[in-house]
């Protein structure tokens, strides 16, 4: 199993729509999760963080799961702007992050 | 502004040809680091320091070498040894040595290497 597995879509929804995406993880012990976003061609931004069973920035919401172990990211009201490639980060054990291969995110007008 | 610049954006290397990439911050981090990412990918680990003249390999080093004399420079050399080096590359800092946290990593802009 894979440290850090996504779908790499790509998810094509219509403006306005709400889309989710989950993130799976092995290592059992994170505490901490991140979402980034990178535009193509870009470099990552930071775009939420999680540490406990969630957060929620504006329409993005992202949700943990520890049973299951994976994190999932809900978009509302999707705009064209939203389309990038979200890309999942977990820590390993020795700290260094783990980076998912991210999920292609189209949005159509 | 602080941030951290790599430089150069683009560079087209020749098979066998050693090429160093620049990675210069301003923001007084003690800790950088080198990624690399392949297309339809996530990054990978090739190299990082937590300390001046001081660094570690990642998972995927062979075929790089860096340094890190000063504080603020942390150079990635892709030697020819490294037999598929066309790739993203992404250089960061970090002002939490060993714990990273996402919040507490920058990047820089990114360099494109392609062999010709």
């Known amino acids: 199993r894979k440290e850090v597995e996504q779908d790499p879509g790509p998810f094509n929804v219509p403006e306005g729509a709400t889309v989710a995406f989950n993130c799976t993880y092995s290592n059992s012990a994170s505490q901490s999760f991140f979402w980034y976003r990178q535009d193509c061609r870009k470099e990552p931004k930071l775009l939420m963080s999680v540490y406990s069973s969630g957060n929620e920035d504006g329409r993005f919401t992202a949700q943990l799961n520890r049973a299951s172990q994976y994190i999932s990211l809900l978009i509302r009201d999707s705009k064209l702007s939203d389309s990038a490639t979200y890309l999942c980060?977990?820590?390993?054990?020795?700290?260094?992050?783990?980076w998912g291969a991210g999920t292609k995110l189209i949005i159509k007008p | 502004d602080g941030g951290i610049t790599q430089s150069p954006k683009y560079l087209f290397r020749k098979e066998g040809q050693n090429v160093t990439l620049s990675c210069e911050q301003n923001l007084n981090h003690d800790a950088m680091y080198w990624y690399r990412q392949d297309p339809g990918q996530g990054l990978r680990l090739i190299y990082y320091?937590?300390?001046?003249?001081?660094?570690q390999k990642g998972d995927i080093a062979e075929g790089y070498s860096v340094s890190r004399e000063k504080k603020e420079s942390f150079p990635l050399t892709v030697t020819s040894a490294q037999k598929n080096p066309t790739a993203f590359y992404l250089c960061?800092?970090?002002?939490?040595?060993?714990?990273?946290?996402?919040?507490?990593?920058?990047f820089g802009e990114g360099s494109w290497l392609t062999v010709v």
């Open positions: 960061a800092s970090s002002n939490s040595p060993g714990l990273i946290s996402g919040n507490t990593i920058y």
């Open positions: 320091s937590q300390i001046v003249n001081d660094f």
């Open positions: 980060v977990v820590p390993d054990s020795n700290y260094q992050l783990i």
